[in-house]
């Protein structure tokens, strides 16, 4: 003889659906909070980090909701708005600069160097310096997760 | 003068390592000769193509090591830059080093000698333990490049130093 027994919880609805509903709202919410947590740290961290900060950059890392999950720093929206966060995180020669730092003919616009046929040559004085702003967050993410997984939710 | 302290140390340790592994495995160039170890995160004219740049960057030591005690949970970010000549030189370079850093590498400590300071007294004091692999990937800088940067590979890992 077989006996089938089905859990249910107070109000009769299957067990099983209540507790997978349940772990995905935790995760969710676990989730944004590591986002929110790290939207922070990255601000926090180029803050620190940039020789004169005007927030500009550190305001396109934002935290926001994606397909499956939460996500911080649009590639899409860095690479149109905020051009030279890669220069800046991972450092280069300066955009455009051969190795003894010789910019193309070009202009300087607002602190940036424009390429312009009929500029002139121009040498950065230094190349731009690498601020390792994501590597730095990450690593700060990676020994905080279990503490802030571990906290109490409110 | 204060004797060298940790950080240094452990830059000079990977350098160190690097330096013998790339002899030991014989890793070179088109030319055939050996790639170069640079310490630190900014080029400089007399740096050639290939060669591999380390740095310490930060600390991150949020945690305690126990519940009651000052002693930190420390953890150091490393960050490792390969400038190749070519795609192929990147690839082989990256996958290279990742090997040789798995297993981690000694920790020295480093005592400067006034007579002769180009080459320190080293003492081991440690090994060297890769905790987690941040990243490792090409850096894309875009299409507008110098051949420096066209070529770029980025190794980040944090580590932690056992006796």
């Given at each position: 003889m077989k006996i089938r027994v089905a859990i249910r919880e107070k109000t009769g609805k299957s067990f099983r659906v209540e507790e997978r509903r349940r772990v995905e709202e935790a995760s969710e919410l676990d989730c944004e909070r590591l986002a929110r947590e790290c939207e922070k740290i990255i601000g926090e961290t180029i803050t620190a980090k940039a020789?004169?900060?005007?927030g500009y950059l550190a305001s396109f890392f934002y935290a926001e909701k994606i397909p499956y999950g939460w996500g911080v720093g649009r590639i899409e929206e860095l690479d149109s708005k905020a051009k030279y966060w890669a220069h800046q995180n991972?450092?280069?020669?300066?955009?455009?600069?051969?190795w003894a730092h010789t910019l193309p003919k070009g202009h300087w616009v607002n602190g940036r160097w424009v390429e312009d046929k009929s500029g002139y040559f121009a040498v950065p004085k230094t190349p731009i310096p690498a601020m390792n702003y994501i590597e730095s967050t990450l690593a700060t993410m990676d020994a905080i997760i279990p503490q802030i997984l571990s906290e109490k939710r409110i | 003068m204060l004797n060298w302290g940790l950080y240094r140390n452990l830059e000079n340790s990977v350098k160190d390592f690097l330096d013998e592994e790339v002899f030991e495995d014989n890793v070179t160039d088109k030319n055939n000769a050996l790639v170069p170890v640079r310490i630190g995160r900014k080029n400089s004219n007399d740096w050639s193509l290939p060669c591999i740049s380390v740095y310490l960057d930060a600390e991150n030591s949020?945690?305690?090591?126990?519940?009651?005690?000052?002693?930190r949970d420390r953890k150091f970010l490393l960050i490792f830059d390969i400038y190749a000549t070519e795609e192929g030189e990147r690839l082989d370079l990256a996958s290279w080093l990742t090997k040789k850093l798995e297993n981690g590498f000694r920790y020295y400590e480093y005592t400067q000698d006034a007579?002769?300071?180009e080459n320190p007294t080293k003492t081991v004091n440690g090994l060297v333990n890769i905790?987690?692999?941040?990243n490792n990937i090409r850096v894309k800088l875009?299409?507008?490049?110098d051949s420096v940067d066209a070529h770029r590979h980025r190794i980040s890992l944090t580590v932690w130093i056992g006796s």
């Amino acid at each position: 003889m077989k006996i089938r027994v089905a859990i249910r919880e107070k109000t009769g609805k299957s067990f099983r659906v209540e507790e997978r509903r349940r772990v995905e709202e935790a995760s969710e919410l676990d989730c944004e909070r590591l986002a929110r947590e790290c939207e922070k740290i990255i601000g926090e961290t180029i803050t620190a980090k940039a020789k004169k900060s005007t927030g500009y950059l550190a305001s396109f890392f934002y935290a926001e909701k994606i397909p499956y999950g939460w996500g911080v720093g649009r590639i899409e929206e860095l690479d149109s708005k905020a051009k030279y966060w890669a220069h800046q995180n991972w450092g280069s020669e300066g955009i455009g600069a051969n190795w003894a730092h010789t910019l193309p003919k070009g202009h300087w616009v607002n602190g940036r160097w424009v390429e312009d046929k009929s500029g002139y040559f121009a040498v950065p004085k230094t190349p731009i310096p690498a601020m390792n702003y994501i590597e730095s967050t990450l690593a700060t993410m990676d020994a905080i997760i279990p503490q802030i997984l571990s906290e109490k939710r409110i | 003068m204060l004797n060298w302290g940790l950080y240094r140390n452990l830059e000079n340790s990977v350098k160190d390592f690097l330096d013998e592994e790339v002899f030991e495995d014989n890793v070179t160039d088109k030319n055939n000769a050996l790639v170069p170890v640079r310490i630190g995160r900014k080029n400089s004219n007399d740096w050639s193509l290939p060669c591999i740049s380390v740095y310490l960057d930060a600390e991150n030591s949020p945690t305690r090591l126990y519940v009651g005690s000052n002693l930190r949970d420390r953890k150091f970010l490393l960050i490792f830059d390969i400038y190749a000549t070519e795609e192929g030189e990147r690839l082989d370079l990256a996958s290279w080093l990742t090997k040789k850093l798995e297993n981690g590498f000694r920790y020295y400590e480093y005592t400067q000698d006034a007579g002769d300071p180009e080459n320190p007294t080293k003492t081991v004091n440690g090994l060297v333990n890769i905790d987690t692999f941040i990243n490792n990937i090409r850096v894309k800088l875009g299409d507008n490049v110098d051949s420096v940067d066209a070529h770029r590979h980025r190794i980040s890992l944090t580590v932690w130093i056992g006796s």
